[in-house]
């Protein structure tokens, strides 16, 4: 079982550079990578990275290389996402996730079986 809890979203201009952090507790966490997905009103969830939690190994979607940069704190057992160059684009409910390893695709959703409840970025012009 793994618990986790995100935080960091808000308000911002575009422009600028929020930090998301996602808290994971449980057994095990060494055995799990964590994911970032997003999803704005209306869309699906949208992949954007995951990361090893000894951060050995990290995918992106190939639409968020570049702004968005994933990375683990060990001693904090945070997965945190920063964004860059915010954009009214990136609005949407940011959530983290588990995935079981070594995993199949790390880029669906489904394939993940824990989430948090997500973190609200919004994105002003």
């Known amino acids: 079982q793994v618990h986790l809890v995100e935080s960091g979203g808000g308000l911002v201009q575009a422009g600028g550079t929020l930090r998301l952090s996602c808290s994971a507790s449980g057994r095990s966490l060494s055995s799990y990578a964590v994911g970032w997905f997003r999803q704005a009103p209306g869309k699906d969830r949208q992949f954007v990275a995951t990361i090893t939690w000894n951060g050995s190994s990290t995918v992106y979607a190939d639409s968020m290389k570049g702004r968005f940069t994933i990375s683990t704190d060990k001693a904090e057992n945070t997965v945190n996402l920063e964004i860059s160059s915010l954009k009214p684009e990136d609005t949407a409910i940011y959530y983290c996730?588990?995935?079981?390893?070594?995993?199949?695709?790390?880029?669906?959703?489904?394939?993940?079986?824990?989430w948090g409840q997500g973190t609200q970025v919004t994105v002003s012009s």
């Open positions: 996730a588990a995935v079981l390893l070594p995993g199949t695709d790390y880029t669906d959703h489904r394939s993940y079986a824990y």
